[in-house]
């Protein structure tokens, strides 16, 4: 109803709109406790640095630009696109992951700005940025299409968009998979992570709104473990997601031990069936421009 004087005075709609913004805010705060848990930033040195450096490649970024990078972390995008002379406002949920991106960005010289924010409502002005990059960030905001829509709203007519999302398939893709039958049902509206990876729901999501599109699947190698155990046992401890699994079904030993050997199994199947072998992670890297 767009007419407010018609609306009656024992209207639902402000007890339902308060109610869903408790519920999202609530859900925010679990995301951040998730993404606060273990040690993301450790991770992401140790197996997906590089990942980085590609997506700021890809965007282009030049000296001067104004760059945001959404679900930043502790920079692995941010800090590349600051040491190629760009202005860098480094953006995360979960602000705990701003000690090591500060270490790590003095280390290699780059001057940028870490700010707390949600992707699904950035706190910066419409057309902000020359460029918007994601480094598999933005995929995990709950509401796909808010989290589209703030991209394209503080991103200039003519700006980039770079993306690098793990796609369903790939191997991140089955871990999820793999996790759900023990995982909390996803809340009302959400939507599974991986299908940022998937090249036709983001050309859905931007739609119209965007141009230059450009979609490939790429792949990350990680050689880092030496058994299927070994990156069970790595990412038990280390990844909030696996983490918070693992908390939900903590009381059951028969699930622990079921989603133990599936995680395991993935990580046979995927390569780690031999010592020395190494798994390969894709990904799909999705560069557009803003009308």
């Known amino acids: 109803m767009t007419d407010t004087q018609a609306a009656p005075a024992t209207t639902t709609a402000a ?16 995301h951040r406790a998730m ?10 040195t140790d ?36 040491l190629r002379g760009a202005t860098v406002v480094a953006s995360d949920l979960a602000p705990e992951l701003f000690d090591v991106g500060r270490r790590l ?19 910066f002005a419409d057309d ?10 933005v995929m995990f905001a709950p509401h796909h299409e808010r989290a589209a829509d703030e991209l394209i709203r503080v991103t200039a007519p003519g700006g980039r968009i770079a993306l690098i999302s793990w796609t369903p398939g790939g191997f991140i893709g089955q871990m999820f998979k793999a996790m759900k039958p023990y995982a909390p049902p996803l ?25 230059h599109v450009a979609a490939t699947r790429q792949s990350v190698t990680v050689d880092r473990f030496d058994s299927a155990e070994a990156f069970r046992d ?27 050997e599936a995680l395991a199994e993935l990580a ?10 190494a798994m390969e992670w894709e990904y799909l890297l999705f560069t557009a421009r803003v009308r």
């Not at 640095?49 to 965007?59: D, Q």
């Not at 693992?246 to 030993?253: E, K, L, Q, T, V």
């Not at 046979?268 to 072998?277: F, Q, T």
């Open 15 to 30: 007890p339902a709109t308060t109610a869903q913004a408790d519920a999202d805010r609530e859900l925010k705060t679990r």
């Open 35 to 44: 993404w606060a848990s273990g040690d993301y930033p450790t991770l992401a």
């Open 47 to 82: 197996l997906i640095w590089e990942l980085g450096p590609r997506v700021v490649a890809a965007a282009d970024i030049r000296p001067g630009e104004r760059v945001l990078d959404v679900g930043a972390g502790s920079g692995n995008a941010a800090i590349p696109a600051a």
């Open 105 to 123: 960005a003095t280390e290699a010289g780059a001057e940028l700005e870490w700010r707390e924010a949600d992707a699904e409502a950035l706190p």
């Open 128 to 137: 902000e940025f020359d460029v918007t990059l994601s480094t598999v960030g």
């Open 187 to 211: 809340p009302e509206g959400a939507q599974p992570a991986p299908l940022w990876g998937d090249e036709q729901h983001v050309r859905d999501l931007f739609g119209e709104r965007v141009t």
């Open 234 to 260: 790595y990412f038990k401890h280390r990844y909030g997601p696996t983490i918070a699994v693992y908390n939900r079904i903590s009381g059951d030993p028969e699930q622990v031990r079921a989603l133990d």
């Open 268 to 277: 046979r199947s995927n390569g780690l069936d031999r010592p020395g072998a």
